[in-house]
């Protein structure tokens, strides 16, 4: 089975412009995470869908956003890009039903410049 | 909201010693409490989880405990090898799943001396 995919793995921005993140899951994994982690802050929520519908929202300001697709694909987005927002930006997906496992993909490396 | 607390943030120990990784958390509702191990480079993985009607869980080298009164939860490596070495997340959920929403420790950077 393959992995948890995310595109790009890296990118670079400057400040203000957008950006858009790929998650594909694994085959049959209809729930879809997303973290943020940087260096001090660890693993942090962003959100979280399921059959399309965002199940649950962490903290994180209106320029995040993300939708999901009928196909369990994901896609988040970051507008007006801050400096802050540089950081690896982690999706998962999990079987959801009988277990709490999520699996990673490797992430995406957003610098904002 | 959740709040999870992870000590030490840095920990060494000697080949073969055992190692102890404490979290505390603030949700009383929370009933899912895994533990992930992140390699450098890597993505993070999970390494072995509990749930709330459950006190201890072992799994070869590695266990966890859980203090619901407390609050808190412990990992424990026995017998440490070098493949250890890695950055341990603990983390707390309250989904009926558990991979609805986790809450995650800022980390802990396990070290393993030859």
């Known amino acids: 089975k393959a992995g948890v995919t995310q595109t790009p793995r890296y990118l670079i921005k400057t400040r203000g412009q957008q950006v858009t993140l790929s998650c594909s899951p694994i085959?049959?994994?209809?729930?879809v995470s997303w973290y943020q982690q940087t260096p001090g802050q660890g693993l942090q929520f962003l959100f979280e869908?399921?059959?399309?519908?965002?199940?649950n929202k962490g903290n994180f300001p209106g320029r995040f956003s993300g939708r999901q697709f009928s196909n369990s694909r994901s896609e988040m987005n970051v507008s007006t890009l801050e400096l802050g927002d540089s950081a690896l930006y982690l999706c998962?997906?999990?079987?959801?039903?009988?277990?709490?496992?999520?699996?990673f993909g490797e992430g995406s490396r957003l610098t904002v410049l | 909201g959740e709040n999870v607390e992870q000590h030490p943030s840095t920990l060494s120990v000697q080949e073969g010693d055992s190692a102890v990784i404490k979290c505390t958390y603030s949700?009383?509702?929370?009933?899912?409490f895994p533990w992930y191990k992140q390699e450098l480079g890597k993505r993070p993985q999970l390494i072995i989880d509990?749930?709330?009607?459950?006190g201890e869980k072992k799994d070869q080298r590695i266990a966890v405990t859980l203090n619901k009164t407390a609050k808190h939860f412990s990992l424990h490596i026995t017998e440490t090898q070098p493949e250890d070495s890695a950055v341990y997340f603990c983390?707390?959920?309250?989904?009926?799943?558990?991979?609805?929403?986790?809450?995650f420790g800022t980390g802990t950077r396990l070290t393993i001396i030859p």
């Open positions: 998962a997906s999990s079987a959801g039903e009988r277990t709490g496992e999520l699996f």
């Open positions: 085959s049959g994994h209809r729930s």
């Open positions: 869908y399921f059959s399309e519908t965002q199940r």
């Open positions: 949700d009383s509702a929370s009933n899912y």
């Open positions: 509990i749930r709330s009607n459950v």
């Open positions: 983390a707390a959920s309250r989904g009926k799943f558990g991979n609805e929403k986790l809450t």
